[in-house]
């Protein structure tokens, strides 16, 4: 089966750094994407990795370990717009080798002033 | 950049009728299209994935003839709950792929509320 596990919520503040984990047990993989999604709109895509290893985005970042089944978003000098939901996806084979994400359940992240 | 259209935003329906959910790739070919549900306060769940031509195929648990499935273009897929009921009001969201070799190709739809009332 596939498990994505994130937590469920999260507070900082604003100015602050925050780290959200994401921990996955899935059949196959070929890739690990971070999406922000506001309440009532579609995700927006924030990063991707496949390989082990830190990817920097302006004060989004997104780090993977294949060996162990964990990656992190990293998102600096928080500013109040980031309150939002993430969500860590990763992609897996489908039919016809279509690649397919699998959702983890969110992290509602809060910042506050 | 790739943008995929999706309508309606919100559609409000009676308990035993079917609505259709239609989303289009309005810059591109979108061989692939998946389907998604939401529910509130809860992440988005694969309902089925859909190439242009062929059968969809359903995520287990997820009843193909309640929630058919038509990607009968390159630009076009329709979801289409029939027979709804208040149990299947959540939030719907499609997202189409050109190819499976562009890795960042997963464009979301805007999503679509449905209410069955």
């Known amino acids: 089966g596939q498990n994505i596990d994130q937590p469920t919520e999260m507070t900082a503040t604003e100015g602050a750094i925050v780290q959200i984990n994401c921990t996955y047990q899935t059949s196959g993989f070929n890739g690990l994407f971070w999406y922000q999604q506001h309440a009532g709109e579609a995700p927006t895509f924030l990063s991707y990795?496949?390989?082990?290893g830190l990817e920097e985005k302006g004060r989004f970042s997104s780090f993977l370990s294949r060996s162990k089944g964990y990656s992190y978003l990293l998102l600096k000098e928080l500013q109040m717009k980031d309150s939002a939901s993430y969500l860590c996806a990763v992609r897996v084979h489908g039919s016809s080798n279509t690649g397919k994400l699998i959702f983890g359940q969110g992290t509602t992240l809060q910042v506050k002033p | 950049g790739a943008v995929v259209s999706q309508h309606p935003s919100r559609v409000i329906c009676k308990s035993g009728t079917s609505v259709k959910i239609e989303c289009r790739s309005l810059?591109?070919?979108?061989?692939?299209m998946f389907w998604y549900r939401q529910f509130p306060k809860q992440s988005l769940m694969l309902m089925a994935t859909?190439?242009?031509?062929?059968?969809?195929?359903?995520e287990q648990g997820v009843e193909k003839d309640k929630f058919l499935i038509n990607h009968a273009s390159l630009t076009l897929s329709t979801l289409t709950v029939t027979s709804a009921h208040p149990e299947d009001s959540s939030f719907y969201i499609c997202?189409?792929?050109?190819?499976?070799?562009?890795?960042?190709?997963?464009?979301f739809g805007s999503g679509t509320r449905l209410t069955v009332v």
């Open positions: 859909s190439n242009e031509g062929s059968k969809a195929t359903y």
């Open positions: 997202s189409a792929r050109e190819s499976d070799s562009a890795i960042y190709g997963y464009t």
């Open positions: 810059d591109f070919q979108a061989t692939t």
């Open positions: 990795n496949v390989l082990d």
